[in-house]
Nanobody
Framework: QVQLVESGGGLVQAGGSLRLSCVAS??????????MAWFRQAPGKEREFVAT????????YYADSVKGRFTISRDNAKNTVYLQMNSLKPEDTAVYYC????????????????WGQGTQVTVAS
């Protein structure tokens, strides 16, 4: 009942920036219902939590590996969540996935019910 579509990935030099977007849609979409998150998965590695934002946007939480460099935000009027990525490093290279869950009891790192297809981010040294 919820579809998530990521965009904004690409190739960037180390130290550069990218902004990812995730647009949510569905039969009864209500942005205030969903906690949103970003995960990433590098080749040969398990999916890794990156950041999450509360339903109203009033609270955020980040993995230590991206803290101070990445910022998650949301625009509920547009049913969109963003991930601003600054000071990118080669180790940030991964497929980045958007996730959502409407459970009031979902943890910050999941498990999340809905997932997008991912967008590739490649950081060149």
């Amino acid at each position: 009942q919820v579809q998530l579509v990521e965009s904004g990935g690409g190739l960037v030099q180390a130290g550069g920036s990218l902004r990812l977007s995730c647009v949510a849609s569905g039969r009864s979409i209500n942005s205030y219902r969903y906690r949103m998150a970003w995960f990433r998965q590098a080749p040969g590695k398990e999916r890794e939590f990156v950041a999450t934002i509360s339903r109203s946007g009033g609270s955020t939480y980040y993995a230590d590996s991206v803290k101070g460099r990445f910022t998650i935000s949301r625009d509920n009027a547009k049913n969109t969540v963003y991930l601003q990525m600054n000071s990118l490093k080669p180790e940030d290279t991964a497929v980045y996935y958007c996730a959502a869950d409407d459970s009031l009891r979902v943890g910050r790192e999941g498990p999340y019910l809905y997932w997008g297809q991912g967008t590739q981010v490649t950081v060149a040294s």
